[in-house]
């Protein structure tokens, strides 16, 4: 018996630059989903919230200062943090409530507020965090990084800024149709390219930008949904894995990689083992998938991401996006939300908004965007300092 | 001419002052070899090990170019950006008898353009900032010669 909870109710509040506090966005999001599943607030058993790190003591606990916000009912919680991971964090704990019989409904929710330009490590001197003393030191900026990945992936596949670039435009198209999506303009190639460089091969529209924004999910054990609705959309896996020693591929926020001496370097790395391990849950394949919504934090790292879900061979993904397979319409659309590239960044929110867009996909409510016939859909996101995060969602 | 100011480390323990040929400081298991940067010391990364003795090792000063970037914005606080800016190359440097890939600046004048992935590099010393009692160094990476 596969171990499914069911995905009764989903919500966002659009992503931007509102500037506004995350519980704001938390509320809004978490009485969409509410609405969405015909559930009152009063019948939430637990709440999962995904903790901020840039909004002082109530980012910390975010699962209670939004749960207080919608109002006391004594509800069970639990706050989790994952950086980028965070809402896998907060989605497997729901579910693994749910699956132990503790709860029959639970809230997921996660919002930020972000500051404007490049993420920065919270205020004062800690010499001691190497999160601080990468941008002391090196001025490691998470762009860096994906520089640093971008180069690699030119130096071993012939990528080039074109392809890149080309990410871009697909993600900006397939945005266009979606209402949550904070940007909403067509890109050319020759716009991307044009765009200023920021670290070397990437450009400022081939990253990321920071952003707004909260989602939620109500989950709930089969048996209740099916007091609800006929079909409920269920999630068959969530994977939440950390590295293998040694991981031989330089992370955020470290100096080094680990040392390969004394242990080989394990036959799966650490981006492939993320979505690996939902497979495994879920019984299924990358050849199982109708779309997939991966982590493009910058438009290079979305074709690392084909590979490292298993859509194609490594060095094969430059020809998947030149041939329009991952694209609407093509054999295996990915990021029909439009990605990162149309969203930014809301660290917390964003593992749980990929839930989101897939069911509406699966349930054919992605107006504007529709991946016809949907019926299985990934996620995958990494969160720095080792955190995993892919979930499988099945209609 | 007033005396040059004094030369301290950014960062205390990293790495040797040596001018000439300065090390990065790391750490090494002493049950199972494996190498730590930076220093590891009360617990060995291997899950395999239960090692928790280090000895101080010097890590090799060259290796080879596994990737580069640049910075062509100011990073933000706690980087001591100058005042103007100037852009400068990151490389990630695979150290071949430690099998693992340290991140590093390039020194000052050298930008991508004159970088290659799987050239040999070699460590070097430079400011990262200075203020009224010293000039603080940090290591870099620069192309071997």
């Known amino acids: ?395 | 001419m007033p005396p040059s100011k004094t030369r301290a480390p950014a960062v205390e323990g990293w790495f040797t002052m040596d001018a000439d040929e300065p090390r990065l400081l790391g750490t090494r298991c002493r049950a199972c070899g494996t190498y730590h940067f930076p220093k590891e010391s009360f617990s060995c990364r291997n899950p395999g090990c239960a090692g928790s003795e280090f000895e101080e090792v010097p890590l090799s000063s060259r290796g080879q170019l596994w990737s580069f970037t640049d910075n062509r914005y100011p990073p933000p606080p706690p980087y001591p950006a100058g005042d103007p800016f100037e852009p400068y190359a990151i490389a990630a440097v695979e150290l071949e008898r430690e099998k693992m890939v340290v991140l590093g600046q390039v020194v000052a004048g050298v930008g991508t353009e004159r970088l290659e992935i799987g050239m040999p590099m070699q460590l070097a010393l430079e400011p990262l900032y200075e203020d009224d009692a010293a000039q603080y160094l940090v290591w870099k990476w620069r192309p071997a010669a």
């Open chain 1, 1 to 395: 018996m596969a171990k499914e909870v069911a995905v009764l109710g989903v919500g966002m509040h659009p992503w931007g630059k509102w500037g506004r506090n995350f519980v704001e966005y938390g509320v809004h999001a978490a009485r969409e989903a509410l609405k969405d599943a015909g559930v009152a607030w009063s019948e939430v058993q637990f709440v999962a919230g995904g903790d901020t790190m840039r909004n002082g003591y109530p980012g910390y606990v975010a699962g209670a200062s939004i749960a207080q916000a919608l109002g006391w009912t004594g509800a069970q919680v639990a706050s989790t943090y994952g950086a980028c991971a965070t809402g896998a964090q907060a989605i497997d704990v729901a579910r693994a409530r749910i699956l132990a019989g503790l709860c029959d409904v639970a809230l997921v929710v996660g919002a930020d507020t972000t500051p404007k330009g490049f993420f920065a490590p919270t205020g004062g001197e800690r010499k001691q965090d190497p999160d601080w003393l990468r941008f002391h030191l090196l001025g490691a900026t998470n762009p860096v990084y994906f520089g640093l990945y971008a180069r690699r992936r030119m130096e071993l596949y012939g990528a080039t800024p074109a392809d890149f670039a080309l990410v871009k435009v697909k993600n900006s198209r397939h945005g266009l149709g979606n209402p949550n999506a904070r940007y909403k303009k067509l890109y050319d190639v020759e716009e991307v390219m044009a765009s200023p460089v920021v670290s070397d091969p990437l450009r400022l529209l081939d990253i990321c930008a920071t952003s707004d924004g909260g989602a939620a999910l109500v989950l709930s054990s089969m048996d209740f949904a099916r007091k609800r609705t006929s079909k409920p959309v269920r999630i068959a896996a969530v994977s939440t894995v950390t590295p293998r020693f040694p991981n031989t591929v330089i992370e955020m926020p470290n100096f080094a990689t680990d040392s390969a001496v004394a242990v080989a370097a394990p036959d799966t790395p650490f981006r492939d083992s993320i979505a690996r391990g939902a497979y495994e849950q879920a019984a299924l394949g990358p050849e199982d998938l109708d779309l997939a919504e991966v982590y493009d934090l910058s438009s290079a790292l979305e074709l690392d991401w084909y590979e490292n879900v298993g859509l194609c061979k490594p060095g094969d993904a430059e020809k998947l996006i030149r041939d329009g397979a991952t694209a609407l319409g093509g054999r295996i659309p990915v990021n029909p939300s439009g990605g990162l590239a149309c969203f930014g960044e809301a660290v917390p929110a964003q593992a749980i908004a990929q839930v989101c867009e897939l069911t509406w996909q699966l349930r054919g409510q992605a107006a504007g965007r529709q991946v016809e016939g949907a019926r299985i859909g990934l996620t995958v996101n990494q969160g720095l300092f080792g955190h995993g995060s892919s979930v499988i969602v099945t209609a």
